[in-house]
């Protein structure tokens, strides 16, 4: 996806100025008409530009934009003018890049553009889903609702995305050390015992062959197993960077063994949660759909999403066309449904949302209790085939002189 600048007319025939991401000028130039406005100028970004100059400094965590995105919607919630908003959340950050920002949208909101406007200068902080949204609520004169749900839905994701490093923490330390043990008796304890072994001078045990031979390979071959662990990994990131990879591997992710499910409920629970948001917030059900997807993290789910937002751009309904496209699971098309038919469908996919959540947690817990045991079964078992293809030899040995 790239990035355009873009000046417009609105029907009114006030100028407006935005970015906007799309595949090519041609489609950059049919969102920005979806929206009922005329393109004037357009031209593609720089990612050095796209990027802004608070982005030059460093990175800015989830948590920050988090806090925020919140500062902005309680702010707004209270009274105050947008552009003293920015002002407040300027002085009160704690990020000194956030700080920049904020005071950078100050000057342009100050100079006459929408703060999702001024925002949308920095995509690399907030993504396009993040701006159409607070547009929408702009448009709609609920820009402190929208912006109270986007801060909802950027904590949650702060909050799973915590409990999922505190999940894995515990069996990260076990892997860590089992790995540890794992090289320091291939490759220190076990080389140092070869010349005992040559010395009883019978034949070895199978077990002691396979351990000796496996210490000889790593000892030998230590810089040729590194480089093409490197090559590996710098392959892997290239290949999942291109479409086709990245596809494959999110679907291997959707369908793997027990993490799957996971995966599965984890990635469903954040397309309706955004999806909610974008239509709470009063953006077009299209570019909800669409937007939606590419806020999934999943391109399986991207793809489907632009499978129903054609099927709806149809005339068919949303749910009608999510059954269709395959992805999406009978509790979200359900629940769709019935948000249709009762003009409640940000009420009913924020249900959904809470729901897999709920399922995600407990499902997360039980995989970390079953891995723990897994990883400390593995660890023993190698240690007790080092330690059998140790004493093996020694207690031939002894039988022999016997």
């Not at 005071?103 to 902080?125: I, Y």
């Not at 220190?188 to 040559?198: A, E, G, H």
């Not at 496996?214 to 710098?234: C, E, K, M, P, Q």
């Amino acid at each position: 996806m790239n990035q355009y600048a873009y000046v417009a007319l609105e029907p009114s025939g006030k100028r407006r100025t935005g970015i906007v991401e799309a595949p090519s000028q041609e489609v950059a130039i049919e969102r920005i008409a979806e929206q009922g406005r005329y393109v004037v100028e357009i031209s593609e970004q720089s990612s050095t530009a796209a990027a802004g100059p608070a982005l030059k400094r460093g990175k800015v965590g989830r948590g920050d934009l988090a806090v925020f995105t919140r500062r902005l919607a309680d702010l707004a919630d209270a009274g105050l003018p947008l552009d003293r908003v920015l002002q407040v959340v300027a002085e009160q950050s704690e990020s000194q890049h956030l700080t920049e920002v904020a005071e950078a949208a100050l000057t342009d909101v100050r100079g006459g553009l929408p703060v999702s406007e001024a925002l949308a200068k920095f995509p690399k902080l907030f993504p396009e889903v993040f701006t159409q949204t607070l547009r929408a609520g702009e448009a709609s004169g609920q820009f402190a609702e929208v912006a109270g749900r986007l801060a909802d839905f950027q904590e949650k994701e702060v909050a799973r995305r915590s409990q999922i490093s505190s999940a894995l923490v515990y069996p990260g330390v076990l892997s860590f050390t089992a790995v540890g043990v794992v090289i320091f008796l291939v490759t220190f304890v076990v080389p140092r015992l070869s010349p005992v072994f040559k010395d009883l001078g019978a034949d070895l045990p199978v077990t002691t062959q396979i351990l000796l031979g496996t210490s000889d390979f790593f000892s030998h071959n230590a810089l040729l197993i590194v480089g093409g662990i490197v090559g590996l990994t710098i392959l892997y990131r290239g290949w999942v960077s291109t479409p086709a990879g990245g596809l494959a591997r999110d679907k291997f992710f959707l369908n793997a063994p027990l993490v799957g499910t996971v995966v599965s409920k984890a990635t469903v629970s954040r397309f309706a949660r955004v999806l909610s948001t974008l239509v709470f917030g009063g953006v077009p059900i299209l570019e909800a759909l669409r937007l939606s997807g590419m806020a999934s993290g999943n391109r399986c789910f991207a793809e489907a999403a632009l499978r129903v937002e054609d099927d709806v751009r149809d005339g068919r309904a949303i749910a009608d066309s999510m059954r269709d496209a395959g992805s999406f699971p009978p509790v979200l098309t359900h629940m769709v449904a019935i948000g249709e038919e009762t003009g409640a469908l940000p009420k009913m996919l924020n249900r959904v949302s809470d729901s897999l959540d709920f399922e995600v947690d407990q499902n997360l817990g039980r995989l970390t209790a079953l891995v723990e045991p897994i990883i400390v079964l593995a660890m023993g078992g190698f240690v007790g085939f080092v330690v059998l293809s140790v004493l093996l030899p020694i207690y031939q040995a002894q039988s022999a002189v016997k």
